[in-house]
T-cell receptor, first 112, second 113 residues
């Protein structure tokens, strides 16, 4: 996970509270992604970004928003956390098609 | 409806033998296929990829085979080592950088010493 860090690594929050996860990269890559990993589902794309202020929805975007004001930072916000959003969240970066994604170490989020 | 399927949730193999992990996909527009490996408490790491214009790509002990007509790919690990024990994700994407990578549910491989 050199060049990409996620914070926090672990978080427990209460239902209904907003939560923001941060992804920071030092690779100057254009593309950044947020995935969630759940048993039986693999990795599902939440939102992605193809440049500063350019973001788009993935397959499981409901209840999530993102922002990218700088190339190096991609923030994922759970506007009002629910128990169904308990998951492990991974950020990934990419230099473009043909390059494998580099993933961060993940954030384990528990909503109680 | 899953576009990338890995029908074996788990696989056990003896050390030194071949591990074969299978993956099927439904979208004929996929152009690029990848395998990722994931250890517990870590992020997935890129392992090997193959373009749709090829039917085989090899990197050391890892070989990926692509059968486009069957919409099937497989990852072969020879010889298998205990350190290969991990979850393996198959993934696929389209032709452009804007195409998202779609991941399968993963197969947990255990290599028994």
């Amino acid at each position: 996970d050199a060049g990409i860090t996620q914070s926090p690594r672990h978080k427990v929050t209460e239902t209904g509270t907003p939560v923001t996860l941060r992804c920071h990269q030092t690779e100057n890559h254009r593309y950044m992604y947020w995935y969630r990993q759940d048993p039986g589902h693999g990795l599902r794309l939440i939102h992605y970004s193809y440049g500063v202020k350019d973001t788009d929805k993935g397959e499981v975007s409901d209840g999530y928003s993102v922002s990218r004001s700088k190339t190096e930072d991609f923030l994922l916000t759970l506007e009002s956390a629910t128990s169904s959003q308990t998951s492990v969240y991974f950020c990934a970066i990419s230099g473009g098609q043909g390059y494998g994604y580099t993933f961060g170490s993940g954030t384990r989020l528990t909503v109680v | 409806d899953q576009q990338v399927k890995q029908n074996s949730p788990s696989l056990s193999v003896q050390e030194g033998r071949i591990s074969i992990l299978n993956c099927d996909y439904t979208n004929s527009m996929f152009d690029y296929f990848l395998w990722y490996k994931k250890y517990p408490a870590e992020g997935p790491t890129f392992l090997i990829s193959i373009s749709s214009i090829k039917d085989k790509n090899e990197d050391g002990r890892f070989t990926v085979f692509l059968n486009k007509s069957a919409k099937h790919l497989s990852l072969h690990i020879v010889p298998s080592q205990p350190g290969d024990s991990a979850v393996y994700f198959c993934a696929a994407s389209g032709k452009t950088s804007y195409d998202k990578v779609i991941f399968g549910p993963g197969t947990s491989l255990s290599v028994i010493p």
